[in-house]
């Protein structure tokens, strides 16, 4: 069977534990003698920036991707820079007002590209999958055994997406944005063996009943990939929401573009049928 629906991934923060340091402590042993051994340490977890990685996913059904949510995204895009150009939304360029985006430093082209953006996120049809996780207390806990942050993510995200395939009776596949050779060869390698061999929590008969593909789709950001495009803008805000969902960080005092595209996107979150609750389906927050 072909699949119905695809899901587009890309992340916000960190994907590594950082630079390993060792620290070392005294231990008294039975025989009262006193020797010297050592921890691990990964001081830079410490920072907020690098504590957190998160996973975004948006699910898109793909007759809707190609006849409506394509030429909506490129007819914005049209609407403030040369369709020659072949301009890539980025999150970062856009917020910086780097290359292309300079042309945002004029107030009422901002203000017109901003509210356009808003309307966009705010009414295309798809569901998102937001996945956040704690490096710094997934590293302490399980040390050498400690899933790759990036990884154990998708493996989060994998199950609540087939999930919602179950629930519509549906099949569906994945694209991720390339993060370079080495790591995408390694997102291959994870994804593979959760494909073929389930997670402590499903089995692989689960996955295969709902995934059509064995191999995950990976393309870098220049192939104008719309669906990677909507979950970059998504990402990082949707990481300051679970964590101020999770009272980690606080709200700002101030009115700020993220809080906007929040505001506009939250609504697309999946959530359980019954009651709507968005906690552990379209926000999931891993200790």
């Not at 292309?100 to 953006?117: C, I, P, T, Y």
Request: charged fraction near 30%; glycine fraction near 6%; aromatic fraction near 12%.
């Amino acid at each position: 069977m072909r699949p119905t629906y695809r899901l587009y991934i890309d992340e916000s923060g960190d994907h590594t534990y950082g630079r390993k340091e060792r620290k070392p402590f005294v231990l008294l042993s039975q025989d009262k003698k006193v020797f010297e051994t050592s921890i691990d340490s990964y001081p830079q977890l410490e920072r907020g920036d690098k504590r957190y990685l998160g996973l975004t996913g948006c699910i898109i059904k793909l007759d809707y991707y190609r006849n409506e949510l394509v030429p909506v995204f490129e007819a914005f895009k049209r609407d403030f820079f040369d369709p020659d150009e072949n301009v890539i939304l980025h999150a970062k360029e856009i917020i910086q007002r780097q290359g292309h985006f300079h042309v945002l430093q004029n107030k009422e082209v901002s203000d017109r590209f901003d509210a356009g953006l808003l309307d966009i996120v705010a009414n295309a049809e798809y569901a998102i999958i937001n996945v956040v996780i704690d490096k710094k207390n997934h590293v302490e806990n399980y040390g050498t055994v400690a899933w790759h942050p990036y990884h154990y993510c998708l493996a989060n995200m994998l199950e609540r997406y087939c999930y919602f395939l179950k629930k519509r009776k549906a099949r569906g596949d994945m694209l991720a944005e390339s993060r370079g050779k080495g790591e995408d060869f390694e997102l291959k390698k994870a994804y593979a063996t959760i494909y073929e061999k389930g997670t402590r929590f499903k089995s692989q008969k689960f996955f295969q009943q709902y995934i059509t593909s064995k191999e995950i789709k990976i393309k870098p950001k220049e192939k104008n990939v719309v669906g990677l495009q909507l979950a970059d803008i998504l990402a990082n805000p949707l990481k300051k929401y679970t964590l101020i969902q999770k009272n980690i960080i606080r709200e700002p005092d101030e009115s700020v573009f993220w809080l906007k595209i929040v505001e506009a996107a939250k609504r697309k979150l999946d959530c359980r049928e019954s009651d709507g609750c968005v906690d552990g389906y379209g926000l999931v927050f891993i200790k």
